[in-house]
């Protein structure tokens, strides 16, 4: 009997040690910039979202952030790098259907890059979570995004005038300590209990 | 040249320029393709080498730029493809899969352009082959990006627009050969 609970907790074990949360939220919007205040704005709905528990209303939500052009790096023959800072109080906010503040935060860093000519490109960030009902799953989050269709392509002087486009992404939150971690243990404990009883009885046996 | 070939010669060098800088578009509606590690899916995203470039992600909406996105089931999306890519630019050929066969596409000049770091961009023209997505229309167009192994993507579902611009090409054509005809 001890050898089978100990069979089964160590497949039990190494069957659930490979599942992971990583929250995350879906957006697709419209991106813009001001060259007059060198702001960008992004304005967007949430399209769909991934362990987040209950799973937020995407109807009629909307994720926004607006960063200021801190410096243009166009050291690159091949492509252009704008560099952004946050602005003053919360940098980004989503809000789900039912008008719950979901997340707000500043962005520790923000990049947008593109290769010279083409009008689409990478942007990405760092976002310090400063509230909403998912700051603890959110606390330091990534924001990755393809932006494209641009009325501009990049070029190092295209921050010198306003330019428009789409952009698609998403935010992804901190890894969540699963539960199948905490089986996971509890299965190692098991499968120990049950291997170290194994020689016991085999001894207890021969009396 | 008198000024009604040169316009006729502008006109005809713009009907064959035309579909490729209209190409350089997203074309929607389009397929919104993300990896989600983690995921029931368990994509691992992109991996670039000098010789493959290949996607294991999941189509997750039906991205509209005039209205909501169109959710729909998660589906697998996997891509494939040879070339060569030196650190900085490569192009790519290989064909690639939405779902159990809801579309199935070609692609033959899949440009990778680094954008320094682990991060690429990635876009070319798609032939779609087959699937229950693709209905009448033959050609497409992909864009995405490359951040290490995440990456997002769209994918033009069907594009009107040439069509509609071999007509107007055709439309210019029939005006520039009235115009010769009443000038000689």
Known sequence: ????????????????TSAYAVPTLFFDGTISFDSASGEILVSSELVDSIDIAPAPNLTGSSMNFSALLSSVDATSPYFTVGLFAGVAGDDLSIIDGDLNTLLTGEFLSLQMKGG????????????????????????????????????????????????????????????IVPEPAVISILGLGLAFIGLIRLPTRAYSSTL | MNLSQRL??????????????????????????????????????????????????????????????????????????VGNYDGSIGMFSGS????????????????????????????????????????????GYIDGIISGSDVIAKLGAVVPVPAAVWLFGSGLIGLVAVSRRKSA
């Open chain 1, 1 to 16: 009997m001890n050898k089978f609970i100990a069979v089964i907790s160590v497949i039990f074990t190494f069957g659930m």
């Open chain 1, 116 to 175: 010279n000519g083409r009008n689409s490109g990478l942007i990405t960030g760092v976002i310090d979570a400063t509230g909403g009902n998912l700051e603890t799953e959110f606390g330091t989050s990534n924001l990755i995004a393809l932006q494209l269709n641009l009325t501009s392509s990049f070029s190092a002087t295209m921050f010198d005038s306003d330019f428009s486009g789409d952009i698609d992404g998403r935010v992804v939150g901190e890894e």
């Open chain 2, 8 to 81: 006729s010669r502008l006109l005809l060098a713009a009907l064959f320029i035309l579909p490729g800088v209209l190409h350089a578009d997203v074309v929607y509606p389009a397929l919104d393709i993300h990896n989600i590690p983690g995921s029931p899916q368990f994509d691992s995203g992109a991996n670039l080498t000098g010789f493959t470039f290949d996607i294991d992600a999941t189509v997750i909406a039906i991205a509209n730029n005039t209205g909501p996105d169109i959710d729909i089931p998660d589906q697998d999306f996997n891509l494939a493809s």
């Open chain 2, 96 to 139: 690639f899969t939405v779902g159990g066969g809801l579309l199935t596409g070609t692609f033959s000049d899949l440009v990778v352009l680094s954008l320094g770091g682990s991060d690429a961009e990635f876009y070319g023209d798609v032939i779609y082959t087959g699937g229950s997505m693709a209905g009448s229309f033959t050609t």
